[in-house]
């Protein structure tokens, strides 16, 4: 796995930790050790817990990839976080994300792909600001969106490029809930304990009837 990735496993929860020591942005190696951790994870967790470094979840993909002269770097990065973004959303396994800080671009679609988004209040940026920096959201993006966030607040989202704090993130639809950073491993412990107890194969399916269409819709 690729070191920006941790990996660990407790009482049947599988921990993904991204940390790239900066923004934690969505490169090559992060989509790709975020992969493997998942495939890892679904042969002996039950749940998953994907969480960054203090003060930052991911920052999107890496801007000096999509802006470079590396045509082949680019396409195989935009790719893998395609992929990643897809394989996430039909995950048989529950997934919970515990946003620890900032999340913007692909870091607000990692948010919108999990089944539990648990983030810390502060001072924090999260959501799609692609086309506040001359980026057009493509479809994958933009279905998630169209699924995930409140339709009061698609169109200053995704055309406008707004970004929330962690409270306006909860009433758009980025979180479920914003806490104090002191009470967040605890409550995502609580929450990983009570998606335990759910029957794994009746949750897999359900979420692959419930979801599968968007995947269509994306090519996927």
């Given at each position: 796995?690729?070191d920006?990735?941790?990996?660990?496993?407790?009482?049947?929860?599988?921990?993904?930790?991204m940390?790239?020591?900066?923004?934690?942005?969505?490169?090559?190696?992060?989509?790709?050790?975020?992969?493997?951790g998942?495939?890892?994870?679904?042969?002996?967790?039950?749940?998953?817990?994907?969480?960054g470094?203090?003060?930052?979840?991911c920052?999107?993909?890496?801007?000096?990839?999509?802006?470079?002269?590396?045509?082949?770097?680019?396409?195989?990065?935009?790719?893998?976080?395609?992929?990643?973004?897809?394989?996430?959303?039909?995950?048989?396994?529950?997934?919970?994300?515990?946003?620890?800080?900032?999340a913007?671009?692909?870091?607000?679609?990692?948010?919108?792909?999990a089944?539990?988004?648990?983030?810390?209040?502060?001072?924090?940026?999260?959501?799609?600001?692609?086309?506040?920096?001359?980026?057009?959201?493509?479809?994958?993006?933009?279905?998630?969106?169209?699924?995930?966030?409140?339709?009061?607040?698609?169109?200053?989202?995704?055309?406008e490029?707004r970004?929330?704090?962690?409270?306006?993130?909860?009433?758009?639809?980025?979180?479920?809930?914003?806490?104090?950073?002191?009470?967040?491993?605890?409550?995502?412990?609580?929450?990983?304990?009570?998606?335990?107890?759910?029957?794994?194969a009746?949750?897999?399916?359900?979420?692959?009837?419930l979801?599968?269409?968007?995947?269509?819709r994306?090519?996927?």
């Open positions: 796995m690729a920006v990735i941790t990996y660990g496993l407790a009482d049947g929860v599988a921990t993904l930790t940390d790239d020591g900066k923004a934690n942005a969505l490169g090559l190696d992060m989509s790709t050790g975020l992969l493997r998942l495939d890892r994870a679904e042969g002996e967790a039950r749940v998953v817990v994907i969480t470094r203090p003060g930052v979840l920052g999107g993909f890496d801007l000096k990839v999509i802006r470079g002269g590396d045509e082949q770097a680019r396409v195989a990065m935009r790719d893998s976080g395609y992929k990643l973004l897809q394989r996430l959303y039909l995950y048989p396994l529950p997934v919970i994300i515990a946003c620890t800080g900032h913007v671009a692909a870091g607000g679609l990692l948010l919108l792909t089944d539990v988004r648990i983030g810390v209040e502060g001072a924090f940026k999260i959501g799609l600001n692609e086309v506040g920096i001359g980026l057009a959201l493509p479809v994958v993006g933009l279905e998630l969106a169209r699924d995930r966030l409140s339709p009061s607040l698609l169109t200053a989202a995704a055309l490029a970004l929330f704090d962690p409270e306006g993130a909860c009433e758009a639809g980025y979180l479920d809930t914003a806490v104090p950073v002191e009470s967040l491993d605890e409550t995502v412990r609580m929450r990983a304990r009570s998606l335990c107890e759910l029957d794994a009746a949750f897999a399916e359900t979420k692959r009837r979801r599968q269409p968007t995947i269509d994306m090519g996927g």
